[in-house]
């Protein structure tokens, strides 16, 4: 039990992040942090994580709080226990999960005020559509209300101001590609974008990967066969600063996706269910964590080595091998003078106003069920530290961070 094709968030629906975006709108909101914590695969561990959750809510003092997972099953032990720790504060908090029938709570505590379903299929189960679970900007807009409403009954939270400022804003400006070309290079021209047909040398990846294509989906191509997904991320630039603060360009119009499966018996990678069949019967278009309809996917699809699809080291260099490919269509997106056709502006501000901490409870198991943070671009996977490597400790990020890709999904 633990997490699935259609509520998986990956690394395109962190960079979206439906509740984030939320809370940012609020002028009677600051958002002091955000904490993502790695779900483990031992309870002494998931405890002692969710004790650490606690610690850095003493720190960040928050007027109340959302968790969030993607998981169910035995992953609802690390979410309970998060929630746990917030309600023995006497913090309001909002619950957000997929439960319908398949996910119901194996694990319960006395602190469980409330808890929004993420479940959005007509079954209650589980199932290989990409998004169709996916945390909606409805679902984000409930929590939002149902929290401020929970906290202005509270009669003893003052208002203070972060301890954490930050010390720039973020902009991110949008431009619109409308036709995806093959070419002798990668650049951008006008609302053109070429890609280089030769692929970069992967030879350093051969222990795992066997071969590596890219394939170009257009919008009106989804009726063609995939293999299983291992992530949609977006195509994001920084153009100055670090991950946060500054600027950073992003192309609207395209998405990466990685897909991969092994050579010679075929498996499909996956943790609960695979996604491999027609595309537009796999995936849920327009989703905070999915292409739009009418986006073309630059698909980056690999065929593993027997068994490696079914090792930690075999996904991390799917992943490695999907960035590079990537990244020398950021290194022409950084270069564009252009007039973006939207920019959207997230100040640093502080503001006086009621705290709201959001907890992301995240993969951290390995082997399709991993996340990485603090990649070197938005989004993307080369340069990041696994939650792993950190024994799945709890991190503070700022709300700004995970709106320019800090968190990296491998599943």
Known sequence: MGLGPSTKMTS??????????????????????VIVA????NYLEKVFTAQRVGNLLDALKPDGVIVVTDAWGNHHVDFVSVI???????IPSVGMGFFG???RLVYTSEYLETLIDLNKGTTGYESCVIGENNLSELDAHKAVAILKNKISKKKDYGTCQSIYPHKRGLTRKFFTIEEVVWGDQTKIEGDRLIVKKNLPDFSAYERWIEKVEVILIRSGERGRFVNSNLDFFPIASKVDNSLGEGITHVIQGVAAMITGVEKTSHFQPANIGSSEGILSEQVEFNTAGTPRMNDTIINIDLLFKEGEGRTRDGIRAAHKIADTVINSIRK???KIEARPVRTEKYNAEKKTAKKIVLVKSVSGLGNMYETAMFPDQPGGYLGAYSTMDFMNMPVVVTANQVLDGVIHSLI
């Open 12 to 33: 395109l629906f962190h960079f979206n992040c439906p509740i984030v975006r939320e809370l940012l709108k609020h002028s009677d909101i600051e958002v002091p942090g």
């Open 38 to 41: 790695g779900v483990s695969e």
């Open 84 to 90: 746990e720790e917030v309600g023995k504060r006497g």
């Open 101 to 103: 029938l398949q996910g």
């Open 332 to 334: 022409e997106l950084k």
